[in-house]
């Protein structure tokens, strides 16, 4: 395909917006559906023009109460959203009606007949199910949200689910794991559609901290310390989460608390899961990745590496690649600060 037949290309031309759809019904997050919109409404606003036109599906047209009670307004039913040609894109809400959907099976047959003609399908949290339930994640990749991943897996033994991932992409399926989450993967479509300095200006223009790729973890370690730990323990935890980069050798960390160094390691491993090594390394990695996207230039690995006691340059380098899946440098050039010039408005227009 040459260049001037490609999508991009067509796109920068002035191409036909893609169309989006959401399905929403009773008792659905009403986050997992305002939050990718949004997302594909400011790529609109930050482009200038319309890259997307947006649908709210349901299983009648007219208003439905969401999970907390607040109430939406659908605009199309399956048929409606028949005779107007099959969207681009269409995602599935979660949220705790799911449940009761996959058990009425309103939305299967329209899913079914709707899943060969668009180009992505995809789900936010625990709208996986649905999905499943349809048979249509059959042999695929999948992630939800955490509390839900065994539920899944067990419901549906033919899907792979990757209970950690925030967003996880195969063949034309997407799923997310909880609420934000579904943000962040609405986001990797804008980049995927018009590029990373839009998708970019729309993460700024929502005020997110940054886009995250997808394998990152659902939750930090600061959510997972809090849910797993009390006492004693938990004092120590927050004292290493308030100063990372301090000195926290295994015998201080022991002394701390009053225990052989033996004791505390049994205590992480039976409590966390892990190492307090190995605990301790992760926080320090995402401190020195905090660092490195607020940068601008990257500031230089070894001087990373020094500050966060992570060893040398190429120790931080092995150590981010296996936790977040790319070299620093790819993952500054993708989520990095940008300065902005003085004559480029720095909210979208």
Same mark, same amino acid.
């Given at each position: 395909?040459?260049?001037?037949?490609? +999508?991009?290309?067509?796109? @920068?031309?002035?191409?036909? *917006?893609?169309? /989006?759809?959401?399905? =929403?019904? +009773?008792?659905?997050?009403? @986050?997992?559906?305002?939050? *990718?919109?949004? /997302?594909?409404?400011? =790529?609109n606003d930050c482009a200038g023009r319309r890259l997307y036109d947006l649908a709210l599906v349901a299983r009648a047209p007219g208003p439905l109460r969401t999970n907390g009670g607040l109430a939406m307004v659908a605009d199309l039913d399956w048929a409606g959203l028949a005779a107007r040609g099959a969207p681009d894109t269409l995602l599935v809400a979660g949220g705790s009606g799911v449940f009761a959907e996959c058990k009425a099976g309103h939305h299967l047959e329209g899913l079914r007949q709707m899943a060969p003609r668009v180009r992505r399908l995809?789900?936010?949290?625990t709208g996986a199910f649905l999905l499943a339930r349809a048979g249509l994640l059959d042999g695929r990749r999948a992630t939800t949200h955490w509390r839900h991943a065994e539920a899944l897996a067990q419901a549906y033994p033919t899907l792979s689910v990757e209970p950690d991932a925030l967003y996880v992409a195969d063949r034309g399926r997407y799923t997310s794991a909880g609420v934000t989450a579904g943000i962040d993967l609405a986001l990797s479509l804008v980049e995927a559609d018009h590029g990373g300095e839009l998708a970019s200006r729309v993460a700024r223009e929502l005020v997110m901290f940054l886009h995250r790729p997808g394998g990152q973890s659902q939750f930090s370690e600061a959510l997972a310390h809090q849910r797993r730990t009390s006492g004693p323990l938990r004092e120590l935890l927050d004292a290493l989460h308030a100063d990372p980069a301090g000195d926290h050798?295994?015998?201080r960390m022991a002394a701390r608390m009053a225990v052989t160094p033996r004791h505390l390691s049994r205590l992480f491993r039976r409590h966390l899961d892990t190492s307090p090594g190995a605990y301790l390394t992760q926080l320090r990695l995402e401190g020195a990745r905090r660092e490195l996207?607020?940068?601008?230039?990257a500031p230089p690995?070894?001087?990373?590496?020094?500050?966060w006691r992570l060893g040398g340059a190429e120790q931080l380098r092995r150590l981010f690649h296996r936790r977040y899946g790319v070299p620093p440098s790819v993952y500054h050039e993708r989520f990095g600060a940008r300065t902005v010039p003085l004559e480029e408005p720095t909210a979208c227009p």
């Amino acid at each position: 395909m040459s260049e001037a037949s490609s +999508p991009r290309h067509r796109t @920068l031309l002035g191409a036909s *917006p893609r169309r /989006v759809a959401l399905l =929403a019904y +009773p008792d659905c997050q009403a @986050l997992d559906v305002s939050g *990718p919109w949004q /997302v594909f409404a400011s =790529a609109n606003d930050c482009a200038g023009r319309r890259l997307y036109d947006l649908a709210l599906v349901a299983r009648a047209p007219g208003p439905l109460r969401t999970n907390g009670g607040l109430a939406m307004v659908a605009d199309l039913d399956w048929a409606g959203l028949a005779a107007r040609g099959a969207p681009d894109t269409l995602l599935v809400a979660g949220g705790s009606g799911v449940f009761a959907e996959c058990k009425a099976g309103h939305h299967l047959e329209g899913l079914r007949q709707m899943a060969p003609r668009v180009r992505r399908l995809g789900a936010i949290c625990t709208g996986a199910f649905l999905l499943a339930r349809a048979g249509l994640l059959d042999g695929r990749r999948a992630t939800t949200h955490w509390r839900h991943a065994e539920a899944l897996a067990q419901a549906y033994p033919t899907l792979s689910v990757e209970p950690d991932a925030l967003y996880v992409a195969d063949r034309g399926r997407y799923t997310s794991a909880g609420v934000t989450a579904g943000i962040d993967l609405a986001l990797s479509l804008v980049e995927a559609d018009h590029g990373g300095e839009l998708a970019s200006r729309v993460a700024r223009e929502l005020v997110m901290f940054l886009h995250r790729p997808g394998g990152q973890s659902q939750f930090s370690e600061a959510l997972a310390h809090q849910r797993r730990t009390s006492g004693p323990l938990r004092e120590l935890l927050d004292a290493l989460h308030a100063d990372p980069a301090g000195d926290h050798r295994l015998e201080r960390m022991a002394a701390r608390m009053a225990v052989t160094p033996r004791h505390l390691s049994r205590l992480f491993r039976r409590h966390l899961d892990t190492s307090p090594g190995a605990y301790l390394t992760q926080l320090r990695l995402e401190g020195a990745r905090r660092e490195l996207i607020d940068g601008h230039p990257a500031p230089p690995l070894d001087r990373l590496a020094a500050r966060w006691r992570l060893g040398g340059a190429e120790q931080l380098r092995r150590l981010f690649h296996r936790r977040y899946g790319v070299p620093p440098s790819v993952y500054h050039e993708r989520f990095g600060a940008r300065t902005v010039p003085l004559e480029e408005p720095t909210a979208c227009p």
